[in-house]
């Protein structure tokens, strides 16, 4: 073999040492910068990328895929001067290979860092109450400012999570006897409310029986009175008949009037509760006469109706009466 032939063979072998330094490929989810002497020049994408050998180098591997953090334990001091433990995860994702490589030395470091710092920040600003319901405002706010504060990196915070918060034993226990206190005390409330909504009710409910009984009283006093009025009406209707009847001189009017009033008057004589032994002289041919008087007013009342018992031996009248 020749000198010529040797050239060729390293000048072949060159060419594809070359070849091969020119020729970067670049897996999904990365970008590689291109530095020239030191100098960032450009950014390689996902694929097969061609540099000039020799002279451009790979200068910073970045996963451009969103990542997770872990935020570690630390304790915090909220504003009531409680001292509790927190920890948390934060993600992010780089956007711009360039700032995320050449604008902070430590990438994953100082977003740690930012996110310790502004959960002390935003959990030291709460009273222990409101730090433990309000978890979700305390992700948010810290989301906003660690964002803020990455963003001339070229990354972007995506979520910030703040996993537990841990007050101290002794607080807890606090928290728990409170709790059962505030617990007594509205069952207190929620009982002393039943009683009084009970005693309304019956309240209301005697209220309306008296209204009830005040009406049932007036109604039987109204009818009362209104059996009285035509009590009373019916006796003075008795009672002018009578008088009429006298005027006229019709006898048996006045025997009927007199009888009438004579048994009411032993019927009150009877029914009195200090008489156990009743002794009259009275005659009873003079009552008998009085009860044929009613007998015969109430003949002539129903307008004669019904033969007149005549005295034995005479034949009945045939008088027709008009």
């Given amino acids: 073999m020749d000198g010529f032939s040797i050239v060729l063979i390293v000048i072949g072998i060159l ?3 070359v070849l091969f330094a020119g020729v970067k490929t670049v897996p999904q989810g990365h970008n590689y910068t291109v530095e020239r ?5 450009r950014t390689l994408k996902p694929g097969l990328n061609i540099i000039i050998p020799f002279i451009d180098g790979i200068g910073r591997k970045l996963n451009m895929m969103e990542q997770v953090l872990d935020v570690p334990h630390q304790e915090v001091i909220t504003k009531d001067n409680a001292s509790i433990t927190a920890d948390g995860v934060t993600f992010y994702q780089i956007l711009d290979a360039a700032q995320a490589a050449y604008e902070i030395s430590n990438l994953e470091q100082g977003v740690l860092n930012l996110t310790m710092t502004n959960i002390r920040s935003v959990m030291g600003s709460l009273d222990l109450d409101e730090l433990l319901s309000n978890r979700d405002e305390i992700n948010s706010r810290v989301l906003r ?3 803020a504060a990455v963003a001339p990196w070229g990354v972007k915070i995506t979520r910030i999570e703040i996993k537990d918060i841990e ?15 505030e617990r007594d005390r509205r069952a207190v409330i929620l009982e002393a409310e039943g009683q009084r909504q009970a005693q309304i009710l019956k309240a209301e409910g005697e209220k309306q029986a008296q209204v ?5 009283r007036r109604e039987a006093a109204f009818r009362d009175a209104e059996a009285r009025e035509r009590s009373a009406e019916a006796e003075a209707k008795a009672t002018e008949m009578v008088s009429e009847a006298i005027a006229k001189g019709d006898v048996q009017a ?7 009033n004579y048994v009411k008057a032993l019927e009150k004589i009877a029914s009195a509760p200090n008489q156990k032994v009743l002794m009259l002289p009275l005659e009873a041919a003079n009552v008998i006469g009085a009860l044929g008087g009613v ?7 129903f307008g004669g109706e019904g033969p007149r018992r005549n005295a034995p031996g005479r034949p009945p009248s045939t008088r027709s009466e008009s």
């Fill in 145 to 147: 400012v660690v964002d």
């Fill in 254 to 260: 006045i025997n009927y009037f007199v009888a009438n």
């Fill in 295 to 301: 007998a015969e007013i109430a003949r002539e009342a």
């Fill in 37 to 41: 002497f030191g100098r960032y020049t």
């Fill in 167 to 181: 007050p101290p034993r002794d607080l807890v226990d606090a928290m728990g006897r409170q709790m059962k206190a």
């Fill in 15 to 17: 060419a594809v040492l």
């Fill in 212 to 216: 009830l009984e005040a009406e049932g």
